[in-house]
């Protein structure tokens, strides 16, 4: 499906401006329509089938390169001899063609084939000779990949030159052939070509390291490639898509959209990331085909709603068909420039634990028409996300259950309004595993009860419980998948004291007599509270007559006023306040008033 055939135009609402600002010193200014792009998307359709636009577009560029032009490629997964034989039949006719494919191709009979039609010289097969990493650059222990999918052209018959072409698709048949996938061409922007080669040739070169990371920009900044492998210390440290996601100033709202293949426990990062800028303003939706239940309940505890999407293959009715693409997309200001700016971040990189460790790559385009044309195809991915995994016949993974409340506790750990409890359970949405089969949640102490939901809808189950009672609640959850295994009980306090505390020890008739001008203790103040426990308490008093200082003394819970009149004799009267709260928040007030009569005879006696 050919989203555009007219590609070339000025960047819209700013978005070039926006990005210049991006550039590092140095990135050439070129006026925008020497840049041009151009999208291409795979799409299975309702009723599942095959799709070769992707692969018959890339076809298509090959065949429209000239003699004495070079082709470059590096390829994951590859079986697809039409795109072979397009290769070959370039090289044959003086097209000058390097290529990198993963050394775990090498079982592929057509990788031998065109090695040796083109030359194992130019067309590398990854870890050559030994094969001690399927990977041409990254210098770590296994698993390391190729993971790039990419071809460029140096210039095309049309006269096009500088033409990078970056899809998620393997051209790998039967399976990559019923899968979702995207494809984006971008022309003329040579430094992005050049970045882009270079990148190639380090891979054919084999040169060894475990730290590519050299951040790449195209001729005006719209366009950036973030190579790996990228070294980490630890997990949570150096995360390219976190990097980027750091860009991200959600203050002023924004949205973000993914649809990535995998999204695994070893990126966890890029979930806590994710949450974040949910709570901080960002409407962010997700749509993915693999997820470990950590993840699949980390993102919907956070209220992101997730879409699975994973259909098996029956058997002369419909072939597998997931979510192979790995993109996101933004639309929210930028920490960088201060300007809202729709980015589109394409290439090959999935959300899992091996991909730093792989070769591969990252894309920024910053143009608002490509970001229209994938978040039309997002749309189109979220409209049709369906869930009917393979299962396998046996496994020891245990499921996964999490729990979050609102509003949240104060402090002291306690609640003055009812509180809403949310506890989601998942087994991860993975061919590997079986699927929850129940998640029960137990209420004890203050409110009683046991709920439990069989089952799971798209990978997940959850319960909302509501505690009204007074209190101490305790909440136990835990969940089974269908093979047994259980998941970790969890237990937790809900506390709720929505009572205001009790004060003792204001008289509510106080006379001071007789007027001899000394200090009179008049009230002993006490807070009582049977719940959460007093909290602070504040004292204070004041009179009609002008308070000298010390005709009132407060001593803790004590109130000392002084018995004196006020001038020519005139009866003094005393306020004295009382505001007293709880552990919980809550709080009460009482006041009582003392006189200093004008004679005994309106002494209470």
Not at 1 to 6: S, V
């Amino acid at each position: 499906m050919l989203a555009r055939t007219t590609v070339a135009r000025i960047a819209a609402c700013g978005a070039l401006t926006a990005m210049l600002m991006l550039a590092p010193d140095g990135v050439r200014a070129v006026a925008a329509d020497e840049i041009q792009y151009r999208t291409v998307f795979q799409d299975p359709g309702e009723v599942p089938g095959t799709d070769l636009s992707l692969e018959a577009y890339a076809i298509g560029l090959i065949a429209a390169t000239p003699a004495g032009e070079h082709i470059g490629f590096a390829f994951r997964d590859f079986n697809r001899r039409p795109v072979a034989d397009a290769l070959i039949a370039a090289h044959r006719r003086g097209v000058l063609v390097d290529g990198v494919i993963d050394g775990g191709e090498r079982i592929r009979p057509i990788v031998p084939e065109i090695q040796a039609a083109i030359g194992a010289e130019r067309v590398v097969l990854c870890g050559s000779p030994s094969f001690a990493f399927n990977s041409c650059i990254t210098n770590v222990d296994p698993p390391s990949l190729q993971h790039n999918k990419f071809l460029t052209f140096s210039r095309l018959a049309d006269g096009r030159e500088d033409l990078v072409l970056q899809t998620s698709m393997n051209f790998l048949q039967p399976s990559q052939l019923s899968y979702y996938n995207d494809m984006v061409e971008i022309a003329g922007d040579h430094r992005l070509y050049d970045g882009y080669v270079e990148f190639l040739m380090d891979m054919k070169a084999q040169v060894r390291t475990d730290d590519r990371y050299a951040i790449r920009w195209g001729d005006d900044g719209r366009n950036t490639i973030f190579p790996s492998p990228r070294r980490q210390s630890d997990r949570g440290s150096d995360d390219t898509i976190v990097d980027r996601m750091d860009e991200i100033d959600c203050s002023q709202g924004g949205t973000i959209r993914a649809a990535n293949m995998a999204f695994r426990s070893e990126r966890m990062v890029i979930l806590d990331k994710l949450v974040d800028l949910q709570r901080a303003g960002c409407d962010v939706d997700v749509v993915l085909s693999n997820a470990d239940g950590d993840i699949m309940t980390g993102l919907l505890l956070a209220g992101i709603p997730v879409h699975p999407f994973f259909l098996r293959e029956l058997t002369n009715v419909r072939p597998q068909v997931i979510v192979h693409d790995k993109f996101w997309l933004v639309d929210a200001r930028s920490t960088e420039t201060g300007r809202r700016t729709k980015l589109t971040y394409a290439g090959s990189s999935n959300w899992r634990g091996d991909q730093q460790r792989s070769d591969d790559l990252l894309l920024r385009i910053a143009d608002d028409g490509v970001y229209a044309e994938y978040l039309a195809y997002w749309e189109k991915l979220r409209g049709r996300a369906a869930s009917d995994l393979p299962r396998p016949r046996d496994e020891k993974l245990a499921p996964v259950s999490a729990h979050a409340i609102a509003p949240a506790a104060n402090a002291g750990g306690w609640h003055r309004s009812d509180v809403r409890v949310l506890v989601v359970a998942s087994d991860g949405h993975l061919q590997t595993v079986g699927g929850l089969a129940w998640l029960r949640v137990r209420l004890s102490g203050a409110q009683t009860g046991i709920s439990e939901v069989d089952g799971e809808h798209d990978g997940a189950s959850e319960q909302r419980v509501v505690i009204t009672a007074e209190g101490t609640t305790t909440v136990t959850h835990q969940a089974a998948d269908v093979f047994g295994n259980l998941g970790p009980s969890h237990t937790f306090d809900v506390n709720l004291d929505r009572t205001a505390p009790d004060i003792s020890g204001l008289s509510t008739r106080c006379s001071l007599w007789p007027p001899n001008g000394r200090l009179v203790r008049v009230a002993d103040v006490t807070v009582h509270d049977e719940l959460s426990g007093p909290g602070e308490l504040a004292l204070s008093a004041s009179s009609d007559a002008r308070d000298d200082e010390g005709d009132v003394v407060i001593d803790g819970g004590t109130v000392y006023l002084r018995a004196e009149k006020r001038r020519r004799g005139r009866t003094r009267t005393y306020v004295i306040s009382a505001t007293a709260s709880d552990v919980a928040g809550n709080a009460t007030t009482a006041t009582a008033t003392c006189t200093v009569p004008h004679s005994a005879a309106g002494h209470a006696r």
